[in-house]
Structure formats: structure tokens, C-alpha cells
């Protein structure tokens, strides 16, 4: 019995353990540059959606923070009728997890797990700015992160044969 408690032990352990701890906006602003002139016009919006991650490991080892960024500009008639930008944080228990697998569960998946508490966000504060309410559509987080991976490989240098 001892002994197959250990072998499931280890097929754990070499599986790896992923865990949320935490989700939390580490940081909020909105403005609406323009109003109350923005509010006189027809709303026909132009909406412009910008990502970007940022992963670091804290200082036990095991856990990684992870803060999606979106910074939302509305622009209405030319003129910006509000900007949002929320970085949209979690803290995320990995271990034992090879570290090809690590970049793709950071950069993909961590994402998606955040990207619908910051999506709640942006739409709850723009519909407190008076806007009509703002539903981002979802993003490809695997695809995202596959694009930014053959970007990277394309700039890296090109290793001269030697001679």
C-alpha cells in the first residue's frame, strides 16, 4: 500500500502542481479628457485595445506573479472620449513543471485566467464613467504567445557556419 502511495506521489511530482493564489488588480486609472463635450455628440466609438504581460518569480521559488496590462482608448469622432488601462495581477503556485511547459503556461495560460476579471474591470469602470457599457471580445492568449514566440526566433541571429 506504502509503496503504491509513493509511486502516485511521484507521478505528481514529475506531472508538476500549478495553483492559483491569488487574482488582484494591482493598478486602475480611468479618463475622459474630453468630457462632458464627448457626452453632446453621436456615439459612434472607435475602440483600441492594447496587451501586454509581464511575468516575474517571487522570491520562494514556487510562485510566479503574473499582471496582465490592457490599456483601452475610445476614441468618438476623433477626439478621445476615455482611456482605461488596468494591469490585472495573480499570483500563481508552479512547480515542478519543466521549463518548456513553464513559458507557455505563463505567457498563455496565466493570461486567460486573468483576462476575465480585467474584461469585468474595464467594463465596470467605463459604465461608472457614464459610457455605454465596453465588452472586450476574448483573445487567443496560445495564439498570442506562439506569435511572440516566432517573433523572437526570427530576430535572433542567424550562427555563421564555421570555417
Known amino acids: 500500500m506504502s509503496e503504491q502511495l509513493s509511486e502516485q506521489q511521484e507521478a505528481a511530482q514529475s ?3 500549478f495553483a492559483l493564489q491569488r487574482i488582484y488588480v494591482k493598478d486602475l486609472s480611468f479618463e475622459a479628457p474630453n468630457a462632458p463635450q464627448v457626452f453632446l455628440g453621436e456615439w459612434k ?5 492594447d496587451l501586454s504581460t509581464q511575468t516575474r518569480k517571487l522570491d520562494d521559488g514556487k510562485n510566479y506573479e503574473v499582471v496582465l496590462g490592457l490599456t483601452v482608448t475610445v476614441k468618438n469622432g476623433g477626439n478621445t472620449a476615455f ?3 488596468v494591469k490585472q495581477a495573480g499570483i500563481f503556485m508552479i512547480d515542478g513543471v519543466p521549463d518548456a511547459q513553464l513559458g507557455q503556461i505563463l505567457g498563455a495560460y496565466c493570461p486567460n485566467v486573468l483576462f476575465p476579471f480585467a474584461r469585468e474591470t474595464v467594463s465596470d469602470v467605463v459604465t461608472r464613467g457614464s459610457f455605454p457599457q465596453l465588452l472586450l471580445a476574448p483573445v487567443n492568449f496560445d495564439a ?3 506569435e511572440a514566440q516566432r517573433q523572437r526566433q526570427a530576430q535572433q541571429p542567424v550562427a555563421a557556419p564555421l570555417q
Open 15 to 17: 506531472q508538476g502542481q
Open 45 to 49: 466609438p472607435d475602440v483600441n485595445v
Open 83 to 85: 482611456v482605461v488601462e
Open 144 to 146: 498570442v504567445f506562439a
